[in-house]
């Protein structure tokens, strides 16, 4: 998996109920042809990311095809998690 762009967005809780903050991620993503997740629609990754007291965590992710925005059931391996986790903690960095 290859993250081609992305956009990270905090999502406030008018409420108040949530603690801490919430982040979602809308990254654009590549895979190799023979990947399950490959769509030549192209795919896009949701993840939703909580910050509380210093300590981030990732709550959700979800895959999704970028032109209709369906998403894909499918589970990530080990190494594509990775690579989501690096690029929000990149952006964590530089803020």
């Given at each position: 998996?290859?993250?081609?762009?992305?956009?990270?967005?905090?999502?406030?809780d008018p409420?108040?109920?949530?603690?801490?903050?919430?982040?979602?991620?809308?990254?654009?993503?590549?895979?190799?042809?023979?990947?399950?997740?490959?769509?030549?629609?192209?795919?896009g990754l949701?993840?939703?990311?909580?910050?509380?007291?210093?300590?981030?965590?990732?709550?959700?992710?979800?895959?999704y095809e970028?032109?209709?925005?369906?998403?894909?059931?499918?589970?990530?391996?080990?190494?594509?998690?990775?690579?989501?986790?690096?690029?929000?903690?990149?952006?964590?960095?530089?803020?």
């Amino acid at each position: 998996m290859k993250i081609v762009n992305g956009k990270a967005e905090e999502l406030v809780d008018p409420t108040g109920i949530i603690e801490g903050q919430r982040y979602e991620f809308l990254l654009t993503v590549t895979f190799d042809e023979d990947d399950e997740l490959f769509n030549e629609k192209g795919t896009g990754l949701r993840l939703l990311y909580s910050v509380k007291d210093g300590q981030r965590k990732m709550l959700t992710y979800q895959f999704y095809e970028l032109a209709t925005e369906s998403p894909f059931d499918l589970e990530w391996d080990e190494e594509e998690q990775t690579t989501a986790e690096q690029y929000c903690i990149e952006y964590f960095q530089g803020i």
